[in-house]
């Protein structure tokens, strides 16, 4: 089978028309993320279909989504970007819509950021929704990448994804990257902060930002943005 693409723990492979095969390399099970994946398309949430599930949960056969990832479509022109981040700020809403199963663990559950305590309100977060994260086909965005979904504080999604946007490395040659570095925060903010500007939002961004230096993929000069970024964001929320 000829593989279309590699993460950092498994390959998606071709596998038949209109299909690809999804397979992990270290035998770790993500029936899972197909579970969550199945819930959320039945409440009408662009996913990529799930076929099937097997080898114990090592490999899911799904949908094939043709398209650019929202990365590469909203910085070729660069001038659509702040579109496109109202669109990512849409696709939050509507899955905060969505209420989270009893069977989906609350954030955070396992140490995945850090060991704090949040009091979810059982609505259906992502916890990864960024435009690496987002296909844009034919037929409108398709959010890919499920396995950090929880239920809790829709905030805390959306603080989680603007404390990304802020502070991580984005994947462009170096001039593009440079020129995006200087727009990317204003536009952020008119994207995300405009629509959920409060001392909450900025509260949940201190702390999001915080968890995600304990994230051992992000760079040290990422972590040191994240950490300013947090000082920036509790101030702007006092108590």
């Known amino acids: 089978m000829k593989i279309l693409a590699s ?7 071709e ?11 270290d035998g770790r099970s993500i029936a899972h993320e197909a579970r969550t ?3 959320v398309a039945e409440h009408g949430y662009p996913v990529p279909r799930i076929e099937e599930v097997r080898a114990d949960g090592t490999e899911i056969i ?4 043709e398209g650019p990832i929202m990365m590469d479509a909203m910085v070729r022109p ?3 970007l702040p579109a496109y981040l109202r669109l990512l700020a849409d696709l939050h809403d509507r899955l905060h819509e969505i209420e989270a199963p009893e069977w989906l663990p609350a954030i955070p559950d396992d140490g995945a950021f850090a060991p704090r305590t949040f009091t979810p309100d059982r609505r259906l977060l992502h916890l990864d929704l ?4 987002v296909i844009m086909s034919p037929k409108g965005p398709v959010v890919v990448d499920w396995p950090n979904a929880r239920g809790g504080d829709p905030l805390a ?5 603007f404390a990304l946007m802020s502070c991580g490395h984005i994947p462009l040659p170096r001039p593009v990257a440079i020129a995006m570095d200087a727009i990317r925060q204003p536009v952020l903010r008119r994207a995300f902060a405009g629509r959920y500007l409060g001392a909450a939002f900025h ?19 990422e972590i040191r943005a994240l950490r300013k970024l947090a000082s920036r964001a509790a101030a702007k929320a006092p108590g």
């Open 203 to 221: 509260r949940r961004v201190a702390e999001m930002a915080e968890l995600k230096c304990f994230d051992t993929n992000m760079a040290p000069d």
């Open 7 to 13: 993460g950092r723990d498994g390959d998606i492979f």
């Open 130 to 133: 960024h435009p690496l994260n």
């Open 157 to 161: 999604d959306v603080a989680l994804t």
């Open 62 to 65: 799904m949908e094939r989504i």
């Open 78 to 80: 660069p001038w659509k």
């Open 37 to 39: 994946m199945r819930y």
């Open 15 to 25: 596998y038949a028309p209109g299909l690809v095969l999804r397979k992990t390399r």
